[in-house]
């Protein structure tokens, strides 16, 4: 499988990244959300992308309204990641088009966990 992550924090993207490598995931990066868009429509397929919501340039909200807006990225599975725990955040980004939604701080039981939940079968 493959994964994008889509983040303007290095540490984030290293952690996912190591993750992901560690299940055997080939994984890409983005630092903002306009970044992450291109990925999704010039890298792609991707199973999954794992969106950070607060980045300069386009936040990770937009992008997600973007990506489901373009019928090509359907079948890309996305989980929206942010410090926010907040239940009106939590709807906006499921509203937006989020599968889920994972909250930071999160450690690997957390994200496999949020992975599968949103129909992620493959690790
Ligand atoms: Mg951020």
């Known amino acids: 499988m493959r994964a994008l992550v889509v983040d303007d924090s290095r540490f984030i993207r290293n952690f996912l990244h190591s993750l992901f490598a560690e299940h055997g995931v080939e994984c890409m990066e983005a630092a903002d959300g306009k970044q992450g868009l291109a990925c999704l429509r010039t890298s792609g397929p991707f199973t999954v992308a ?5 980045m300069p340039v386009m936040s990770g909200i937009e992008m997600v309204q973007a990506a ?8 890309t599975k996305i989980v929206m990641v942010t410090t926010e725990a907040e239940n009106d955040h939590i709807e906006a980004a499921l509203l937006a088009g989020a599968d889920e939604y994972l909250v930071k701080p999160f450690d690997e039981a957390g994200l496999l966990d949020k992975l599968r939940m949103a129909g992620v079968d493959e690790l």
């Not at 489901?68 to 079948?75: E, V």
């Open 68 to 75: 489901r807006a373009d019928h090509d990225l359907d079948a």
């Open 50 to 54: 794992l969106v950070d919501w607060n």
